[in-house]
């Protein structure tokens, strides 16, 4: 009981003491709370409400519009869409620039886990060692973004495709992707009128914003010179990506336009028929329509495959191109020049009739001329005889020019042959045109510091010397001289107007005597080896001296089959011929080849013969040794 | 229980915080949206926030059950537990993304710092209510103590936003109080230097670096830039009326980083625009001022400087995530009450209510 009752008021205690802790204890003061802090927490209130509300009128409502571009800039991506460029044809429709699917690697960075060991399974795949595919990927990788494909390699042949698409589940990051390459069935024959196309570097696609980064740019010839055509416009997707750069959906903004499908005036038959005529020789062949302008053949040799160059030209083969002795990357017919030759004295007789130079006034030719101590000699060692200037030019007379060009001077044949269209660029649609030289007193004096000799005249009256021309300038010359004197620029399109860049200052009476004198060459003189009966026919030959040959009186002159190649003569024969109402210029300069009628003659020849099918009769005797052989025959004919 | 109490509960407040956890809700159910190549899936966020309310709502009627005046005597043991309990998170606690908050009871895990909030605040209100005259060097020092202590242990973890938060409560408790006037301007003076102990000794380099990038966020824009560039841009982007509701680019298209959590009113505000951002300050500013008359009527300090505690908790959460979101302070990790996502946040706000609402109810109450 005791116990209990003990218990008891223990446990009361403690009730006790538990309620006294949990008493609540009451402020016996009317309490109010101080007033600065109910004025600081109506101050705060406010002062969040204002700081707050014009926050966000200035982010919303002032630069709203400006937070709204970024939001859009942030979601939506511009892709291109690959237009098509334009084909080349030739002149009937032959497809000479095409453009063929390839299929290509590459790599999204962003994606891909295990970069080198992806690139090592690249190089496993395709074979190309893993240090190059290493080296593509290093210089590339700053220029595509992590979420971009970057192309690794390129032109996977499709069974290896057919491989990689099977396992390509494994390698995330990696995607095969198809690009149109540009494929140039011709080859050689075209290479260097068409030119190629390779991927843009970074200086053109600074210079045009519409390239980027794999597009492919016209590098050389056409494909450069007409890009802007070929081209065409690329479409654009708007593409909506979310952070992680995740392709949420695609809407077309603008749609792709294929480039400019081009028809070419050349013809590829006649063009390897001109190939095929120089026989492998370093040479070029110029066929023109003195009417209108237009190019139907544009051949030069050596030439290279220029699918080399659109698939990405290995180093091995540049190095060979570029250091190939026959220099298969130059265009001889506008990149090249030469010293003319006897062609030249087409160019003079026409000065000389424009300068009062009377046809009928004859000069005698003894075989050479003498000026101080210097021997000039005409090609025909025992001399022409008495020569006006139809028969200097039938025979070539070199002595005729000699004096001839003395009279008038040599500043009258600078401003005469300029006026001709010699010593500037004829235009055409061709990338890196020379200009040739038609030299002067003047120029004599700026270039070496030493005044014009005489002699100088004789050697530029005869197209040797300083003159140098491209075959293209010859070319539109002589169409020249059978248009009334249009100087018509050199037109490689097929719907291309005709474009008069200049006039030969000459009366159509001069213009029609130099080609009667021409008619008359073919028909007899040193170029009777394009004449024919079922054609009208004319032509001028020309043998340019390389090097100046040291003869002492009576040795005989070396045959070019005994000189060295690189010292050789170039041949020349600018000719043109009518048959049916079509008229064609052809000029054939062979590189080296010795005697203008032997060796390039011939050429033309073939020419012709395709454009006119087999002569019926020539008037070449059979006993023409050039006719037949390849190599010239003795002494020259010019 | 008297029935006279429920007449007496602020009735305002609790519509304001009602409004508001809705409203959270909803962006929430906007902020889970992720638009993928199939479509849009929407994560469970809002789902999970709404059932944290409700467990919130229950933790607040258990707070206005009792005589919040019980509190006082609690508030020494309570804090000391706190104490404790961060004395083991170095001890004992568990790493999560490289800082060490949690401590594992098991069936759950708590965050000491937390429960150092609420100490703090109940017994800064406790020591602060002992008699009404301005405070002066001595109970200064005193009070400033019970907060610099657990501070002392949270910022090591490292919380600097907790710790942040926690001497800021006590810093308004204390300013609501009232200083001596020569105390006042001490302190005053005292803030610069202290902010340059903070950088040059209490900050570790990721929290410089936040505040480097704050002043310029262009500097870093794919690290912590990013963060306020795409906020702004996702604010910016609501313009006047907003893209509408679950139409947000910047948050469905996961531009916009922690869009759930401490950058959700930035979703609100591309999808509703300034229209709905005023209309939301306006609801937070309506809140505040609620609480603040709670603690203006409440009959007692303790009670009332309880509230001012209370005022000050949300208030700073406010202004330091608003502010952040919109570009006006650093990138501290700090919610936004209602609108973030968060469980034990949300079940902390709605019992800290629970009391306001508690004092409230019992502002003509006087007997033991």
Redesign the interface.
């Known amino acids: 009981m005791s116990r209990k009752t003990e218990s008891t008021g223990h446990s009361a205690q403690a009730r006790k003491g538990i309620r006294s802790?949990?008493?609540?204890?009451?402020?016996s003061e009317?309490?109010q709370?101080?007033r600065?802090?109910?004025i600081?927490?109506?101050v705060?209130?406010g002062l969040?409400?204002f700081?707050?509300?014009t926050?966000?009128?200035y982010?919303?409502?002032h630069?709203?519009?400006?937070?709204?571009r970024?939001?859009q800039e942030?979601?939506l991506r511009i892709e291109r869409i690959f237009a098509p460029r334009g084909r080349i044809l030739d002149s009937r429709g032959k497809v000479l620039s095409d453009n063929r699917t390839a299929y290509g690697l590459s790599i999204v960075r962003e994606d891909c886990r295990d970069i080198p060991a992806t690139l090592a399974q690249i190089s496993e795949w395709s074979g190309i060692p893993l240090s190059q595919i290493w080296e593509k990927f290093r210089q590339d990788r700053f220029k595509v973004k992590p979420f971009e494909p970057l192309l690794l390699i390129t032109d996977i042949d499709f069974d290896l495709v057919a491989r990689i698409e099977s396992e390509i589940y494994a390698w995330p990051g990696l995607e095969i992707v198809v690009r149109t390459k540009r494929s140039y069935p011709e080859q050689d024959l075209f290479a260097h009128v068409l030119g190629y196309v390779a991927e843009a570097n970074e200086r053109e696609m600074a210079a045009d914003s519409a390239l980027a980064m794999g597009d492919l740019v016209g590098k050389q010839g056409l494909e450069l010179k007409l890009e802007q055509q070929l081209r065409g416009r690329k479409g654009l997707y708007d593409v909506?990506?979310?952070?992680?750069s995740?392709?949420?959906g695609k809407t077309l903004r603008e749609e792709p336009h294929g480039g400019h499908e081009l028809r070419l005036s050349l013809d590829i038959d006649l063009q390897r028929a001109a190939w095929e005529a120089l026989n492998g020789e370093a040479g070029c062949v110029v066929v023109m329509e003195p009417d209108s302008g237009k190019l139907r053949a544009l051949v030069t040799s050596p030439a290279y495959d220029n699918n080399l160059f659109a698939a990405g030209i290995s180093q091995r083969d540049w190095d060979a191109l570029r250091t190939n002795s026959r220099f298969p990357l130059q265009n001889r017919v506008i990149q090249s020049v030469y010293p003319p030759g006897s062609v030249w004295k087409l160019v003079m007789a026409t000065m000389l009739l424009e300068h009062g130079i009377l046809p009928r006034e004859s000069v005698f030719c003894p075989g050479q001329v003498k000026l101080g101590n210097q021997i000039f000699r005409c090609w025909r060692r025992g001399g022409h005889g008495s020569q006006d200037l139809m028969h200097s030019l039938i025979n070539s007379c070199d002595v005729y020019y000699y004096l001839m060009g003395e009279r008038l001077g040599v500043d009258k044949i600078e401003e005469f042959a300029k006026a001709c269209g010699f010593g500037k660029p004829t235009g055409i649609d061709l990338p890196h045109e020379k200009s040739g030289l038609v030299p002067s007193k003047q120029w004599k004096r700026r270039r070496f510091g030493r005044p014009w000799a005489r002699g100088e005249t004789y050697n530029v009256s005869i197209g040797q010397g300083y003159t140098l021309v491209t075959p293209v300038q010859v070319a539109v010359f002589v169409s020249a001289l059978l248009n009334g004197g249009d100087l018509l620029k050199p037109q490689l399109l097929d719907d291309a107007p005709r474009e008069v860049r200049g006039r030969v200052p000459a009366r159509p009476e001069t213009l029609k005597f130099v080609v009667e004198a021409m008619r008359r060459t073919a028909n007899g003189g040193t170029a009777k080896v394009v004449g024919r009966k079922d054609a009208d026919m004319g032509g001028k030959t020309g043998t340019a001296q390389v090097v100046k040959l040291k003869m002492a009186a009576g040795e005989r002159r070396l045959r070019s089959s005994e000189m060295e190649y690189a010292q050789r003569d170039h041949a020349w024969i600018a000719t043109w011929g009518i048959k049916d109402g079509k008229s064609y210029v052809v000029v054939v300069m062979v590189e080296h080849g010795g005697g203008g009628s032997s060796v390039a003659g011939p050429v033309a020849r073939k020419v012709y013969e395709h454009l006119f099918g087999p002569a019926a009769g020539t008037k070449v005797a059979s006993s023409q040794p050039e006719a037949s052989g390849l190599r010239p025959a003795p002494g020259r004919t010019d | 229980m008297d029935k006279r109490l429920f007449s007496y509960i602020n009735w305002g407040l609790l519509a304001c915080m009602l409004l508001l956890y809705l409203v959270g809700v909803v962006n929430l159910y906007s902020a889970s949206g992720t638009r993928l190549e199939t479509g849009v899936t929407i994560s469970s966020f809002y789902q999970r926030q709404f059932i944290w309310g409700l467990c919130g709502v229950v933790c607040m009627l258990l707070a206005m059950a009792f005589d919040y005046r019980q509190l006082r005597n609690l508030a020494w043991p309570f804090f000391l537990v706190t104490l404790f309990m961060l004395l083991l998170v170095p001890i004992a606690g568990k790493s999560v993304y490289g800082a060490k908050r949690w401590i594992s009871l098991g069936f759950m895990s708590v965050q000491p710092s937390e429960m150092a909030k609420l100490a703090v605040l109940v017994l800064g209100a406790r020591l602060l209510a002992r008699d009404s005259r301005a405070l002066g060097w001595k109970d200064f020092c005193c009070v400033l103590c019970i907060g610099l202590v657990p501070c002392a242990l949270i910022i090591v973890q490292p919380d600097l936003g907790t710790t942040l938060l926690i001497l800021l409560i006590l810093g308004g408790m204390i300013l609501f109080h009232g200083l001596k006037g020569y105390v006042l301007k001490t302190c005053l003076l005292a803030v610069p230097c202290f902010g340059a102990f903070m950088w040059f000794v209490g900050m570790h380099d990721y929290q410089r670096q936040r505040i480097l990038t704050f002043l310029d966020p262009s500097n870093d824009p794919r690290g912590t830039g990013y963060h306020i560039i795409q906020s702004r841009i996702a604010i910016g982007s609501g313009e006047l009326w907003g893209k509408g509701f679950g139409e947000g680019t910047q948050s469905q298209l996961r531009f916009l980083p922690e869009r759930h959590s401490d950058f959700a009113v930035a979703v609100f505000g591309e999808e509703w625009g300034f229209v709905g951002c005023v209309a939301l300050v306006t609801l937070f500013c309506l809140f505040l001022l609620s609480i603040f008359s709670t603690a203006v009527q409440a009959k007692d300090r303790f009670g009332s400087t309880l509230v001012v505690g209370v005022f000050f908790y949300f208030f700073w959460q406010i202004f330091i995530n608003m502010g952040m979101v919109i570009g006006l302070m650093p990138v501290v990790g700090i919610p936004l009450p209602f609108i973030s996502y968060g469980g034990s946040a949300t079940v902390v706000n709605f019992t800290l209510l629970g009391i306001v609402l508690n004092v409230s109810m019992r502002r003509f109450m006087f007997k033991g």
Do not use: C, M
């Open positions: 802790w949990l008493k609540i204890q009451v402020e009317s309490y709370p101080p600065s802090g109910v600081l927490l109506q705060l209130v969040l409400f700081v707050l509300v926050r966000f009128w982010l919303q409502v630069r709203g519009a400006e937070f709204t970024q939001a942030n979601r909506e990506v979310d952070a992680h995740r392709v949420l």
